[in-house]
């Protein structure tokens, strides 16, 4: 492949929408890690808006972001060893979802990115003495998590299923 077929290929999977390594990016290609940072900054002499993050390099303005819905079970005690594994791997925690016999789909927003989040949400729960929506369905529940790559969900999911917390 040419150097110029070889950058539109980096466009191509950029546009993707995922955040690719340097590293990545170089065993995709065939070249080295070298070769990649060199067309890297041909291709941002051209124009295109792209960023380099600790974890890549992603288009500008084309980060789209990635969600995936996990069913989980575990008791009452478990909760903020499930979320913070979420976080810490990444994730964004956007719901808690239970089906209810009577009501059907019960769903709660939680919005939380960050063990700062997850600290203000678990004394919240106990400032209220109010029970999770999980507690509900003995334990059963989804959570729709979202995350910067199918890469980093898939991590989540991993340590998720490692823990125990995810159901089959």
Same mark, same amino acid.
Do not use: W
């Given at each position: 492949?040419?150097?110029?077929? $070889?950058?539109?290929?980096?466009?191509?999977?950029? +546009? %993707? #929408?995922?955040?690719?390594?340097? /590293?990545?990016?170089? @065993?995709?290609?065939?070249? /080295?890690?070298?070769?990649?940072?060199?067309? !890297? *900054?041909?291709?941002?002499?051209?124009? %295109?808006?792209?960023?380099?993050?600790?974890? &890549?390099?992603?288009?500008?303005?084309?980060?789209?972001?990635?969600? $995936?819905?996990?069913?989980?079970?575990?008791?009452?005690?478990?909760? =903020? +060893?499930?979320?913070?594994? !979420?976080?810490? =791997? #990444?994730? %964004?925690?956007?719901?808690?979802?239970? +089906?209810?016999? !009577? =009501? &059907?789909?019960?769903?709660? =927003?939680?919005?939380?990115? @960050?063990?700062?989040?997850?600290?203000?949400?678990?004394?919240?729960?106990?400032? @209220?003495?109010?029970?999770?929506?999980?507690?509900?369905? &003995? #334990?059963?529940?989804?959570?729709?998590?979202? *995350?910067? @790559?199918?890469?980093?969900?898939?991590?989540?999911?991993?340590?998720?299923?490692? %823990?125990?917390?995810?159901?089959?």
């Amino acid at each position: 492949m040419d150097a110029e077929a $070889r950058r539109h290929r980096i466009i191509e999977i950029l +546009e %993707k #929408g995922d955040v690719v390594s340097g /590293s990545e990016l170089s @065993s995709r290609l065939g070249v /080295s890690r070298q070769v990649v940072v060199q067309d !890297i *900054a041909i291709l941002r002499a051209a124009g %295109k808006k792209i960023l380099s993050t600790p974890q &890549g390099y992603c288009l500008e303005g084309n980060m789209q972001r990635k969600t $995936r819905i996990f069913a989980c079970k575990h008791d009452m005690d478990k909760v =903020y +060893e499930e979320l913070s594994t !979420i976080v810490d =791997y #990444g994730g %964004k925690v956007l719901d808690v979802i239970v +089906e209810h016999p !009577i =009501y &059907g789909e019960l769903k709660g =927003y939680l919005m939380i990115s @960050s063990r700062y989040d997850l600290d203000n949400f678990m004394k919240s729960i106990k400032e @209220s003495q109010g029970k999770l929506l999980s507690s509900l369905t &003995g #334990g059963v529940h989804l959570h729709t998590v979202e *995350a910067e @790559s199918e890469a980093v969900l898939d991590r989540i999911e991993k340590a998720l299923r490692e %823990k125990g917390f995810l159901m089959d």
